[in-house]
């Protein structure tokens, strides 16, 4: 199982941060299949081999994901995709 830990500083109000996440969010749902849901300040997300969470913190969005095997053959694209998610939200 491979294991992807991002953190991301952002200086958005939290309606602001909350929109962005929910974006970024859609667009992994629309790439991995995904399915998603907020639990709070937490979005929790799962999918066929994924399982994870994006945590909306007053400074920082943080996202942990778990990998199954077959879809741990990917992490390096995987991560690279959020990141640029990321980037398009946050950067």
Do not use: C
């Not at 830990?5 to 929910?22: K, L, T």
């Not at 994924?50 to 969005?61: H, K």
């Not at 991560?79 to 946050?90: K, P």
């Amino acid at each position: 199982m491979a294991n992807i830990d991002i953190r991301r500083p952002h200086d958005r109000s939290p309606q602001q941060a909350r929109a962005a996440v929910e974006r970024v969010a859609a667009k992994i749902a629309a790439k991995f299949g995904i399915r998603h849901a907020w639990n709070g300040d937490e979005l929790d997300f799962h999918g066929s081999g994924v399982r994870g969470r994006i945590v909306l913190a007053p400074r920082q969005v943080h996202l942990t994901a778990s990998l199954g095997f077959p879809v741990s053959m990917f992490r390096n694209s995987i991560e690279s995709e959020i990141h640029n998610y990321l980037d398009r939200e946050f950067g």
